[in-house]
Each structure stands twice: as structure tokens, then as C-alpha cells.
């Protein structure tokens, strides 16, 4: 007699909490009704089929239901694996619904997996609606972790990795990316960030403007046949870019300034502007944006700090 699936987990003793939705996962307060499903966020290769965990793919297995972006590219990683699961469309433009009606079923006691394209769901995917409203439905949500573009890139890229902030995907627009640039200028650590091919280049550019020559990594394809980390500073990037327009997958990583002088050595804002302006025969404009970079700050803070240095005087 075949054994059903939740009890062969069971048997397996290593295996045996694969599947299981244990009440210690809830938080203090609450009680899981035994009946209620679970959700598994289970991350994909990136790439490389063979970038998968053993726990994934029992996970997948053994799950009722596969929610995904895209069902034809995850039945592409299904086949390669000889499952068969019944797959759910779950994307930006139905994550409304979809949520919700995935959330009965789960409370109806379905165990669902939920996965991106690639790499790690809900990290600058579709989800996080859905993760939240199981959360407020007590049903629990279990990460099954595995490949991330970012962690890949970040790691292989040769920049510090001490501290760095993700950023996700910048505003498409030009005007919102330079603000939203702007306020990362004064970040002191690793910026990593996705960005699609056909703006890469407008990305460098705004980025070159607003926060200098900075070191800078595009991380292309990782984990596939024609991956490529291209290294140098903003500048060269972006001539590489334009002799080459990019392909594929991109994850741009830019490293932080040069470290502002010591406490007390440092010129006044207004001081360096005037030195910049006798120095590069340039306008008080250009001046104060060079001197902005240098100082770490905005254009707009560096001009509401030299205000108030010229009130002050």
C-alpha cells in the first residue's frame, strides 16, 4: 500500500518537519487550528538549474499547489525535475485577488509554495500581500532560503561587504531615480541594486552626476552561461555600456565616498565652493554639486548647509 505523502515526510525522520507547520512558528499569543494550511516561500535557482536545495525540492513535491510569476518558467524548473504540481498564476497585476482567494484555500488546510522566476521570492517580487494577509489569518510562513541574485553578486563582486544597503529597483523615471540617488549619496556602504538593461546606462549616468566617481560593479547573467562582472568606476562603466549595450540580468553594486576629513580640519562648504570655483573656472553651480560629493551630502542639503554658514557669518 502506498504511503500518503505527509506520512512517508514523517518516516524520514531528518525529512520529517518538511511539511510541517509547527505551532512554535506562530507568534506568542497565537494558536495554529490544525486544520489550517501552510505557506512556503521557497527560493529558486537563479539561473543554473542545479543551484537548488534538497529541501526545495521536497518541498515542492509535496506541496498541493505552486503559486508563481510566470507558469511556463516554472514549469520549465518542474519538468527538469520530473514534478508535477498544479501551478497558480501569482503576479503583480492579480496579486490582489489572487491573495486572497490563495488565502482560503490555505485556510481550508492546502499546503502552497510560493516562488518568483528567480531567486528568492518577495525580495523585489511579488508577496509580500500575500505573506501578510497569512500572517493576519494565522496561517503560518515558512522560508525554504536558496539563491539570491543580490547575496550571489554582493559576495563575487570584491566590495565590502561589511555593510550594504539593497535598494531593489530604482524609479524608472528620470527625475524620481536622481532623487532617489540623491538620497543615498550620503550612505556610507555598499549600494546593491537591479536594474533592468535598457536603463542601465541612464542609471549610470544619474548615478556618475548625483554621487561622483564612486567604485562601482555590474554583476550580468550570474549563475548562467555568460556571466560577467565588470569592474571600475562609474565612469568607465558607463563608456563600456555605451560602446556595449547590456544584456540580461543586471545587478549594479556601487561602493561608498572618500571618507570626509577629520572633525575640525574640514573646510566650510561655502570656503570650498569659492576654492572649486578659482580652482576649475566653473560657476557656483557646478561648484556647489562638486563640493556636495565631497562632502557627502545632497545637493539640496548642501545648499540649505550653505545658508546657514552665510547667516552665520
Known amino acids: 500500500m502506498r504511503e500518503r505523502p505527509r506520512a512517508a515526510a514523517r518516516a524520514t525522520g531528518a525529512a520529517a518537519n518538511v511539511l510541517d507547520c509547527p505551532a512554535q512558528r506562530m507568534s506568542p499569543g497565537q494558536q495554529r487550528d490544525a486544520e489550517t494550511g501552510c505557506l512556503y516561500l521557497v527560493a529558486t535557482p537563479i ?99 536558496g539563491p539570491s541574485a543580490l547575496v550571489a553578486a554582493l559576495a563575487a563582486s570584491g566590495m565590502p561587504t561589511e555593510e550594504f544597503l539593497f535598494t531593489g529597483f530604482l524609479p524608472s523615471r528620470a527625475g524620481d531615480r536622481r532623487k532617489a540617488l540623491e538620497g543615498l549619496a550620503a550612505q556610507p556602504r555598499t549600494l546593491v541594486l537591479y536594474e533592468a538593461p535598457h536603463r542601465l546606462e541612464d542609471t549610470l549616468r544619474d548615478a556618475l552626476e548625483v554621487l561622483g566617481p564612486r567604485p562601482a560593479v555590474i554583476a550580468r547573467e550570474v549563475t548562467k552561461l555568460h556571466e560577467e562582472f565588470l569592474r571600475g568606476s562609474l565612469a568607465e562603466l558607463l563608456q563600456h555600456v555605451r560602446r556595449k549595450p547590456p544584456r540580461g540580468e543586471m545587478t549594479l553594486l556601487i561602493g561608498h565616498g572618500p571618507a570626509p576629513p577629520p572633525a575640525g580640519s574640514q573646510t566650510s562648504l561655502a570656503d570650498r565652493v569659492a576654492e572649486i570655483m578659482r580652482e576649475r573656472k566653473v560657476d557656483r553651480k557646478a561648484a556647489l554639486k562638486q563640493a556636495a560629493r565631497e562632502h557627502g551630502l545632497t545637493k539640496r542639503e548642501a545648499y540649505r548647509q550653505l545658508l546657514m554658514e552665510r547667516r552665520s557669518e
Open 47 to 145: 539561473g543554473n538549474l542545479e543551484d537548488i536545495t534538497l529541501r526545495a525540492l521536497r518541498v515542492l513535491k509535496e506541496v498541493d499547489l505552486i503559486a508563481c510569476e510566470d507558469t511556463r518558467q516554472t514549469q520549465k524548473l518542474l519538468n527538469h525535475y520530473a514534478i508535477r504540481k498544479r501551478l497558480v498564476s501569482y503576479h503583480e497585476h492579480n496579486e490582489m485577488t489572487r491573495a486572497a482567494e490563495l488565502v482560503i484555500e490555505l485556510e481550508q488546510g492546502a499546503r502552497a509554495a510560493l516562488v518568483s522566476d528567480a531567486g528568492t521570492p518577495v525580495i523585489s517580487d511579488p508577496g509580500h500581500r500575500l505573506v501578510a494577509l497569512c500572517h493576519r489569518h494565522r496561517i503560518p510562513v515558512v522560508p525554504v532560503p
